[in-house]
């Protein structure tokens, strides 16, 4: 049976503009969505429940874990790039800030955190899971960004374009035996 990395972009927060995004807790809708989640990865057996340490993120991968009757694993390194330091942007701000940290990702522009520190964090939380989680089938719930950074440079895709694809919630399934990206979907 082939083994699955896939990795969830959490589902819709509810946006407190008062507050840092890293604190956001998931709406009513996004609890429907997360629902509706579940269901489109029964057909990969999940097996391993992993989520970031951000609320938004947390009550994502519980309501996965309730659907597959799995325990929940938190690791604080599967965080969205660190922008706590930083207001809430209009779209068009965001946006522009987003582009830049992409094409600039040995700079900070955006955040406490330049991209390639971010993907560093990332990359080496994913490798510790994949270690200690071998032959399984592995659910990690996180942020668009950082499956951004780490899906573009295991398969050569764009960060961008695949950051600016992902909805709220979505995922990205990698095959752990060739290291390729075979589904990409976004949860309406």
Known sequence: MTKYLILVKHSLPQIAEDRPANTWNLSLEGKLRAHRLAEQLERFEPEVI??????????TAEILASHFQLDMQIISNLHEHD???????????????????????????????TANQAYTRFYGGVHSIL??????????????????????????????????????????????HSSTLIVRSTIP
Do not use: C
Not at 50 to 59: G, V
Not at 148 to 166: A, C, H, I, K, Y
């Open 50 to 59: 992993i989520s970031s340490n951000e609320p938004k993120a947390m009550e």
């Open 131 to 176: 270690n200690e989680h071998q032959n399984k089938t592995i659910v990690i719930v996180t942020h668009g960004t950082v499956i951004s950074l780490f899906v573009s440079r295991l398969t050569g895709s764009s960060d961008l374009e695949l950051w600016s694809q992902l909805g709220l919630p979505s995922f990205v399934a990698l095959d752990l």
């Open 83 to 113: 922008r706590s330091n930083v207001p809430y942007l209009s779209d068009h701000t965001f946006q522009a800030s987003i582009r830049e940290f992409f094409q600039k990702p040995d700079e900070l522009v955006f955040g406490s955190e």
